[in-house]
């Protein structure tokens, strides 16, 4: 393991030459009418690096340039291209994303274990994973209503990420940035040219910076999962009251659109081309058969689906993975302030009761 650190100068330096060497994907504050948003986007010009923003946790993550929100499934010139051009992958530019979450790094691991697997293999989105590389990013500030530690996911590294930059934000002035390179991992050679000349750090104090934030997070949450996923389906699909939790839903869809792991979509014909779109279980429309039955009419059948997908059905399917990492979007980005902790709470207190019924349905 390497660890260098760097101040906002080095940090822009070392930026211009990933952006030199690579296709360069970083979080920013962009406006959109009134508000002031953080998104991942990529750098077209050089110029654009010092406004590259990472204190707050963006909106959007990698899922979106991994699998696109539309998407044309033309499976005929796919094969051609990939036939005519099996060498311009090679010189083709990888693409680096700075500045991801590790929360948002798991759920990239998530679509790995989905569309990756050999017996269900997506070449569409294998074609979009092929050259990748992900360096994380955490500073001390805890992300509003994140719950991934209770999830299992650890805040200041992922095996997705061959290096880390740590932003230490009360040491303004000085070497504030810390970079953590994973042992054996080489970057390009004008990158490593780079590396070499930054200040290396200690990892002692490195350690004691990340203890004393994980000690900071664990004092700003309280929210705790008490039985272990996954969650039993027969104990709790009928016996939870899952209306009271989920009354104020509009199925508006906010939360499937934001979340970093969901992945359902719908296919729909563009002539003689089958295109692929996100779509959400949260829609009235989601579940409805040709014939107009409809297995999931009321909104606390379909939360009910949302939750036992997350935390029954995938870790079930996947190695005891839950299908959520606690990113928090869904509940800052409710309308209503519909809290998916709230909805576990319900789950777990119903386990607890050995299953007793509702009287709800």
Not at 62 to 78: A, G, M, S, V, W
Not at 174 to 185: C, D, N, P
Not at 235 to 246: A, H, L, M, S
Not at 309 to 314: G, P, W
Request: proline content about 5%; hydrophobic content about 35%.
């Amino acid at each position: 393991m390497r660890l260098k650190k760097l101040n906002s100068e080095e940090l822009i330096e070392l930026l211009e030459i990933f952006f030199a060497e690579y296709d360069l994907i970083a979080p920013f504050k962009v406006e959109q009418g009134r508000l002031n948003r953080v998104l991942f986007r990529k750098i077209r010009q050089n110029n654009e690096i010092p406004s590259i923003y990472l204190k707050e946790m963006p909106e959007t993550t990698p899922k979106n340039f991994i699998l696109p929100r539309d998407e044309r499934l033309d499976f005929e010139r796919f094969n051609s291209e990939r036939e005519e051009n099996e060498n311009s992958l090679a010189r083709a530019k990888t693409r680096l994303f700075f500045g991801v979450r590790s929360c948002d790094l798991a759920a990239i691991e998530l679509f790995d274990d989905v569309f990756l697997d050999e017996d269900y293999l997506d070449p569409f989105y294998e074609s979009r994973r092929e050259k990748n590389i992900f360096i994380g990013y955490s500073n001390q500030i805890l992300p509003p209503n994140n719950f991934q530690k209770e999830l299992e996911i650890g805040y200041f590294d992922h095996q997705l990420a061959p290096a880390f930059i740590y932003e230490d934000l009360e040491a303004r002035g000085r070497e504030h940035y810390w970079l953590k390179i994973k042992a054996g991992y080489q970057f390009s050679k004008d990158v490593e040219a780079h590396l070499d000349n930054l200040e290396t750090g200690e990892i002692g104090n490195l350690e004691k910076l990340l203890n004393d934030w994980e000690d900071k997070f664990t004092g700003e949450t309280d929210f705790e999962i008490k039985n272990k996923l996954p969650f039993p389906e027969k104990e709790v699909f009928n016996q939870v009251d899952w209306q009271e939790p989920t009354a104020s839903c509009l199925g508006c869809g906010v939360c499937t659109y934001y979340c970093p792991t969901c992945f359902c979509f719908d296919f729909f014909w563009d002539g003689s081309i089958k295109n692929r779109a996100w779509d959400s279980c949260m829609f009235s429309l989601f579940t409805e058969h040709a014939s107009g039955h409809n297995p999931r009419e009321e909104q606390h059948q379909r939360w009910r689906q949302r939750l036992l997908h997350k935390f029954s059905y995938h870790p079930q399917n996947y190695n005891d993975k839950p299908g959520c990492v606690g990113c928090g979007r869904c509940i800052y980005k409710c309308p209503v302030n519909l809290d998916i902790r709230n909805v576990i709470n319900a789950v777990d207190k119903t386990i607890d009761k050995g299953g007793q019924a509702s009287e709800k349905r």
